[in-house]
């Protein structure tokens, strides 16, 4: 591997597998013949919209560094630019003009992480020193750039002073995330109660509902936690920090199993895919967000969050369903570490 930028790769990791410059990882999976499975999933025409509204979940309780959207008119002529009418030599014109831009924090409603998203502290040049490396190798200062300099964070000024070069969330959207998806239904087996899926629950629910994940397919995880979200008129803490199924990140069977099924994106609709903060075990000294770790950082998968699957999960279960055909593609946005989506599912 003549670009190769590491000695030494994680354990269980796929660095390399795809080639030395991969920023697709598993999404290479996802091939003009899953594509055209998914295709073939699509028999009803029907389609559902995936997508929380972007002002959801509301407030900042899920994230403190994270916010709703903001909505402000442009400029036209030294005017707010809303509900405008033209002035000057223009003034026998009948137009009434709207144009506006967007303070959009990127992952905080329904969204993609990419694979700059969570890198980790990694000896990548086998000399007993920790780099901060990213999937395939790529480094923080490198190819993941960003300031050291607080006032140049946050929301104010105009000109970007982050950008990822290499894994950005353009490289998925060049790629497009279409192909087939499987929903695996864990709130129709487990309910609303808060609790921890490892891998022996997961098989079960697999197992009862006749459920196959093969490789290159999106799984998508029902907990219901969206749906908890769209209900309540004004965000609960204490109901949504303590409410449906996530997923056990330290459970070392269940991140096995998501690098034997080949599975080339996981998306959920609850907040982080996985408990946040992990269990704590013996690996106190390892990452905070073991699945993010080993899907984002170690294989290259992935993750969606916060997706509005309730609808669908129901309506696949009353059919005698698991698969369809999702299209999902991020923001083509350079430089981005992360999107808001709004997929679309179609049966």
């Known amino acids: 591997m003549t670009n190769q930028r590491w000695k030494r790769r994680p354990h269980g990791s796929n660095w390399g597998d795809f080639g030395p410059d991969d920023q697709l990882g598993r999404l290479n999976l996802i091939t003009r013949e899953k594509r055209l ?195 309540m008129a004004t965000p609960d803490p204490a109901v949504l920090l303590g409410t449906c199924c996530v997923l056990n990140g330290r459970d070392r069977r269940l991140l096995e199993w998501i690098s034997a099924s080949g599975v080339a994106a996981i998306a959920a609709d609850n907040f982080a895919v996985e408990s946040v903060p992990a269990t704590v075990g013996a690996e106190r000294c390892c990452s905070s967000l073991p699945l993010h770790e080993h899907c984002l950082f170690k294989n290259g998968i992935p993750l969606g969050e916060l997706w509005h699957l309730t609808p669908l999960a129901a309506w696949l279960r009353e059919h005698g369903r698991s698969r369809f055909l999702l299209t999902a593609p991020p923001l083509r946005l350079p430089g981005a570490v992360g999107s808001p989506v709004t997929p679309i599912a179609t049966v």
């Open 37 to 231: 499975q998914g295709l073939a999933e699509a028999t009803e025409g029907i389609s559902f919209c995936l997508s929380l509204p972007l002002d959801r979940p509301g407030g900042s309780i899920l994230s403190p560094r994270r916010y709703p959207p903001a909505l402000r008119p442009t400029i036209r002529d030294n005017r707010p630019n809303f509900n405008c009418v033209l002035v000057g030599e223009e003034t026998d014109c009948t137009d009434v003009f709207n144009d506006d831009l967007a303070i959009l924090y990127l992952q905080y409603s329904t969204q993609w992480d990419s694979f700059a998203h969570v890198g980790a502290q990694f000896d990548a040049d086998g000399d007993g020193i920790a780099e901060r490396v990213y999937y395939n190798g790529f480094r923080a200062d490198i190819e993941i750039l960003g300031p050291t300099d607080v006032g140049d964070a946050g929301p104010g000024g105009q000109a970007s002073t982050s950008s990822a070069r290499a894994l950005g969330i353009e490289t998925m959207a060049v790629h497009g995330i279409q192909g087939r998806a499987v929903m695996v239904d864990l709130r129709a087996h487990f309910g609303d109660e808060r609790r921890l899926v490892g891998y022996d629950d997961l098989m079960l629910v697999l197992e009862a509902d006749s459920v196959s994940v093969e490789a290159g397919d999106v799984l998508c995880l029902h907990t219901g936690f969206a749906q908890r979200v769209l209900e």
